[in-house]
């Protein structure tokens, strides 16, 4: 059986018989992130894997399972916003972000958000008397 490099993800079967693959998604906080992927075959674990890993090599965020819109939005904010914008750009978006989608949106998990969910958001804000134009960015 072939190892996997460095940085490459781990694959397993456990005990109760499902596969299991593991990626190091590097530290956030002090703290070690790993993503891991569960399924019935090697090969469907495999291709999450993979997917993962080409989304990580590529800068993308990847989504945790237990993720909620809020810290998404956070590490949106930190590894694509700040870097690629001018500091006004980042401090309009950062306060959009704070003062509308996470004090409504934030505590949904990522894996939950539905469409209905982002409507139901647009309408309040629209209600509320906010301009289109603060919710279509």
Known sequence: MSKRGQNEGSIYKRPDGRWTS???????????KRQYFYGK?????AGKLTETLQKHRQG??????RQTLGQFLDRWLEDSVKPS???????????????????HLGSIQL????????QSFMNAQL???????????
Not at 22 to 32: A, D, E, F, H
């Open 22 to 32: 593991v990626i190091n998604l590097g530290y956030q906080g002090g703290k070690l």
């Open 41 to 45: 075959t090697h090969e469907e674990v």
């Open 60 to 65: 993308l965020p990847v989504a945790f399972e």
């Open 85 to 103: 914008v001018r500091p006004n750009t980042y401090y309009s978006y950062e306060q959009n972000v704070r003062l509308y989608l996470k004090a």
């Open 111 to 118: 894996s939950k958000l539905t469409p209905q969910h982002i």
């Open 127 to 137: 209600k509320e008397g906010r301009s289109s134009r603060l919710i279509n960015y």
